[in-house]
T-cell receptor, first 110, second 114 residues
Framework: DAKTTQPNSMESNEEEPVHLPCNHS???????IHWYRQLPSQGPEYVIH???SNVNNRMASLAIAEDRKSSTLILHRATLRDAAVYYC???????????FGSGTRLSIRP | KAGVTQTPRYLIKTRGQQVTLSCSPI?????VSWYQQTPGQGLQFLFE???????NKGNFPGRFSGRQFSNSRSEMNVSTLELGDSALYLC?????????????FGSGTQLSVL
């Protein structure tokens, strides 16, 4: 069955880089990997997405493993505002639905 | 540009009742998807609509249904409510295909079933 797994929680210091991992072992070659983050009492907010190669935007970078079975969201310099629950997701064509990981709660120490 | 709007924001129902939730996507977006979020199960995909057609459906019982109108607005309905249906229901919109495009989420409808 299609599955996306993430660590439950991570902690980091302010202004240090953060690497958030995600395993999506059943993803197929044409399924995009998306990352979202969610603050309390809000809907998830888009962070980044990619297919094969590494992707960068103003918020973060996404490093995708060569076999596409895992990816890592990189926040280059964490701020207190980055404290949130981060979800990776993908559409597994075999299951024809969008699957979210259980989310990683990121805490930032001042 | 207005974001995704979900109404109502909060809802309290009793077991056995039915409920209808509404979602207005961002103007110009034609794809709407729905998710159930609970502390125990996380974000679970319910269904996805594109141009009034259901494209995909998650693993939920038939009590959960939805539809999309010609103006892309969408509704989801849950009949014969159970205690376990208490959750935050989120909808998201994208321009065309939720696979390749980023999703814009609403703030959700918090449903409590007593």
């Amino acid at each position: 069955d299609a599955k996306t797994t993430q660590p439950n929680s991570m902690e980091s210091n302010e202004e240090e880089p953060v690497h958030l991992p995600c395993n999506h072992s059943t993803i197929s070659g044409t399924d995009y990997i998306h990352w979202y983050r969610q603050l309390p009492s809000q809907g998830p907010e888009y962070v980044i997405h990619g297919l094969t190669s590494n992707v960068n935007n103003r918020m973060a970078s996404l490093a995708i493993a060569e076999d596409r079975k895992s990816s890592t969201l990189i926040l280059h310099r964490a701020t207190l505002r980055d404290a949130a629950v981060y979800y990776c997701s993908g559409r597994y064509s075999s299951a024809s639905k969008i699957i979210f990981g259980s989310g990683t709660r990121l805490s930032i120490r001042p | 540009k207005a974001g995704v709007t979900q109404t109502p924001r909060y809802l309290i129902k009793t077991r056995g009742q039915q409920v209808t939730l509404s979602c207005s996507p961002i103007s110009g977006h034609r794809s709407v998807s729905w998710y159930q979020q609970t502390p125990g199960q996380g974000l679970q995909f319910l269904f996805e609509y594109f141009s009034e057609t259901q494209r995909n459906k998650g693993n939920f019982p038939g009590r959960f249904s939805g539809r999309q109108f010609s103006n892309s607005r969408s509704e989801m309905n849950v009949s014969t409510l159970e205690l376990g249906d208490s959750a935050l229901y989120l909808c998201a919109s994208s321009q065309r295909d939720a696979t390749n495009e980023k999703l814009f989420f609403g703030s959700g409808t918090q449903l409590s079933v007593l």
